[in-house]
């Protein structure tokens, strides 16, 4: 079993997902269940899914969650890009979230290349 706080993709992700988390706080109240829970639904699920997968046996199964976190993340950074265009968040707060999103997709598309190395 891997260790999941000693993976540089999950300490990205765990770090944004907070960093969403604080940033959301300051929506308007109407996107409670709308945006706001959408968007920390998705952050979660990134560090969430790299958390499960590195507790499966294979390194097939891993790789399948890595696959879900980047799906996440992918719609994450859309919905940054979103919360910015929307004005809910302001533009060095966009700037910050999309970095560390950039960032962590930059370290777990590295991560899924060495476990599909790995696979084959």
């Excluded at 770090?15 to 968007?39: I, N």
């Excluded at 969650?65 to 890009?81: D, H, N, P």
Aim: contains cysteine.
């Amino acid at each position: 079993m891997r260790d999941y706080k000693k993976i540089r993709a999950y300490q990205y992700a765990d770090d944004l997902c907070l960093w969403v988390y604080q940033a959301s706080r300051q929506f308007p109240q109407g996107e409670t269940y709308g945006l706001t829970s959408q968007m920390r639904r998705a952050a979660v699920s990134v560090a969430a899914n790299i958390v499960e997968g590195a507790g499966r046996q294979t390194s097939k199964d891993y790789l399948h969650f890595l696959f879900m976190a980047r799906g996440s993340l992918s719609e994450l950074q859309y919905l940054i890009s979103l919360s910015a265009r929307l004005e809910y968040i302001q533009q060095a707060e966009h700037e910050k979230l999309a970095v560390q999103a950039e960032e962590t997709a930059k370290i777990l598309f590295g991560l899924i290349n060495s476990v599909k190395a790995e696979v084959k």
